[in-house]
């Protein structure tokens, strides 16, 4: 009788866990995706190798969903920024596919 009441909240419990570290995972690429990113705008002027190089470091169907804003002056030792967003929804069905704008940036130092 116990387990009968405990049951469903445990269950709810366990896939709010699995939703946290699916999306942790993502939030990891993405930064993962951000950084190499700014190591290709560091060094490259142009912003569409930035762009390349993240989507070449994302799965898939993320590489064509994030969006990416890349900032890169002319002048050397100045920050080169890379920006990315993603709309993520939560795939549990008891969260109705609730929307989330996960972001992610990283900064690396022009070099030529």
């Not at 469903?8 to 993405?30: T, W």
């Not at 142009?46 to 989507?55: E, S």
């Amino acid at each position: 009788m116990e387990l009968a009441l405990v049951l469903p909240a445990l269950v709810l419990v366990v896939l709010a866990l699995v939703e946290v570290v699916a999306v942790a995972r993502v939030q990891i690429e993405l930064l993962g995706a951000a950084r190499e990113g700014a190591r290709v705008a560091a060094t490259n002027p142009d912003p569409a190798d930035a762009v390349a190089a993240v989507q070449s470091v994302l799965r898939m169907p993320m590489s064509q969903q994030v969006r990416v804003r890349v900032i890169r002056p002319a002048v050397v030792g100045r920050l080169a920024r890379v920006e990315l967003v993603l709309a993520h929804r939560l795939a549990a069905p008891f969260l109705g596919g609730v929307p989330l704008s996960l972001r992610a940036s990283a900064s690396m130092r022009v070099e030529r």
